[in-house]
T-cell receptor
Framework: KQEVTQIPAALSVPEGENLVLNCSFT??????LQWFRQDPGKGLTSLLL?????REQTSGRLNASLDKSSGRSTLYIAASQPGDSATYLC??????????????FGSGTRLQVQP | ETGVTQTPRHLVMGMTNKKSLKCEQH?????MYWYKQSAKKPLELMFV???????ENNSVPSRFSPECPNSSHLFLHLHTLQPEDSALYLC????????????????FGPGTRLTVL
């Protein structure tokens, strides 16, 4: 069964810092990996989706990398801003023994960017 | 309206009540999902619909009953819930359930915050 772990669980940084959020998964046979942002009490906003054949994706100040063989992905945020404060969720899509293609989420990293 | 919308945004109900959550997607997608997000737990997939057919029921208690009348609408009917069912219920949609490219990228609604007294 796929398990997704995100480290750290919480992170507080001063504005302007570059930071890295980590995601690891136990089953490397994934179809894709998706990073989301969730503001308190709100739904999820898709940030980046990386297909299993890709190594990275970039959107503005965000860069996500994928190392499928080692079961890792990182989300790099450049020049962090207070508006980046949110919980960042990593999710991977895999095929389980039942044949079901499931999207498995990590518990998230709660980011606080101090002005 | 654009994207994925959910109503109501907040719901308080007693254990004997019957209520329904509604989700609507304006993206022309063919797959829709219900997720449950409890405090301090990862998102849990509840149901998946593809082309209005339920393709997955992730061991969800029968007090939760989904309905997908068409590809744009998804409902979650609730009855005789328990206090531990209090959570944020999120709806999502994707262009397809499978396939290449970004066809299964999921887009989420804002969620319904449910409190069961």
């Amino acid at each position: 069964k796929q398990e997704v772990t995100q480290i750290p669980a919480a992170l507080s940084v001063p504005e302007g810092e570059n930071l890295v959020l980590n995601c690891s998964f136990t089953d490397s046979a994934i179809y894709n990996l998706q990073w989301f942002r969730q503001d308190p009490g709100k739904g999820l906003t898709s940030l980046l989706l990386i297909q299993s054949s890709q190594r990275e994706q970039t959107s503005g100040r965000l860069n996500a990398s994928l190392d499928k063989s080692s079961g890792r992905s990182t989300l790099y945020i450049a020049a962090s801003q207070p508006g980046d404060s949110a919980t960042y969720l990593c999710a991977v899509r895999t095929t389980e023994e039942t044949g079901r293609r499931a999207l498995t989420f990590g518990s998230g990293t709660r980011l606080q960017v101090q002005p | 309206e654009t994207g994925v919308t959910q109503t109501p945004r907040h719901l308080v109900m007693g254990m004997t009540n019957k209520k329904s959550l509604k989700c609507e997607q304006h993206l022309g997608h063919n797959a829709m999902y219900w997720y449950k997000q409890s405090a301090k737990k990862p998102l849990e997939l509840m149901f998946v619909y593809s082309l209005e057919e339920r393709v997955e029921n992730n061991s969800v208690p029968s007090r939760f009953s989904p309905e997908c009348p068409n590809s744009s609408h998804l409902f979650l009917h609730l009855h005789t819930l328990q206090p531990e069912d209090s959570a944020l219920y999120l709806c999502a949609s994707s262009q397809a359930l499978a396939g290449g490219g970004n066809r299964n990228e999921q887009f989420f609604g804002p969620g319904t915050r449910l409190t069961v007294l």
